[in-house]
């Protein structure tokens, strides 16, 4: 699957190299993803969602060819639990460790490549002590920060989403809600969950016209 640049030309997609070695126990798998199976099958073309590049309606000429060879590769998340945060990732949302290793200026900081379909996170383990923001506690005080928001994925049916993850013990940030694009024909069907460390991440349906 490839990201379309903002004239909508198909962008080489990114690969990562299977040629790695097992850290930390951690052991890339050229399987697919282990998470249930309903994850696996919502998840099988998952993308980062990069509305405001990818629609025709915020299109806008690309200054010059090195911009257009642009294409998303990798959300990085900094964790304060690494271990738990590898295993949330995988057995929640189905996800697979593509590499994992230390980065030894850095006094042996652990990082880890996790896939699923086209996504691409990187967990950070970040320094003990380290000062994040806290966890947001409803849906406005999440839209009202500054900086990093949140992780979105595209998935056939939002709710089906929501109540699966629920069964694994994942509850729900925000249930599934219709919001129209104001000052557009368009809607879109979205929820949000979080993951152990109040990392916000959004599933979105495709966009849509309003009836």
């Not at 002590?129 to 998935?155: K, M, N, Q």
Request: net charge negative.
């Amino acid at each position: 699957m490839c990201i379309a640049d903002v004239r909508g030309d198909a962008l080489p997609e990114i690969r990562l190299s299977s040629q790695v070695a097992d850290v930390d126990g951690y052991r890339p798998s050229g399987k697919q993803a282990t998470g249930p199976l309903m994850l696996k099958q919502t998840f099988a073309a998952a993308s980062i969602i990069l509305a405001s590049f990818a629609h025709p309606a915020y299109s806008e000429p690309v200054a010059n060819d090195t911009a257009r060879s642009i294409s998303f590769d990798h959300m990085s998340i900094n964790v304060a639990d690494f271990d738990a945060a590898v295993e949330w990732y995988t057995t929640k949302l189905g996800f697979e460790v593509d590499v994992a290793w230390r980065v030894e200026p850095l006094d042996g900081k652990r990082l880890a490549y996790l896939s699923l379909g086209d996504a691409v996170i990187e967990l950070v383990a970040a320094d003990q002590g380290g000062i994040g923001l806290p966890a947001a506690t409803s849906f406005p005080d999440h839209f009202g920060r500054t900086g990093y928001g949140h992780l979105c994925f595209e998935v056939v049916d939002v709710d089906g989403m929501l109540s699966s993850l629920e069964a694994l013990g994942v509850p729900t940030f925000v249930a599934g809600e219709t919001y129209p694009l104001e000052g557009t024909v368009y809607e879109r069907r979205v929820g949000f969950i979080q993951d152990p460390e109040g990392n916000v991440i959004e599933f979105a349906e495709p966009l849509s016209r309003r009836m």
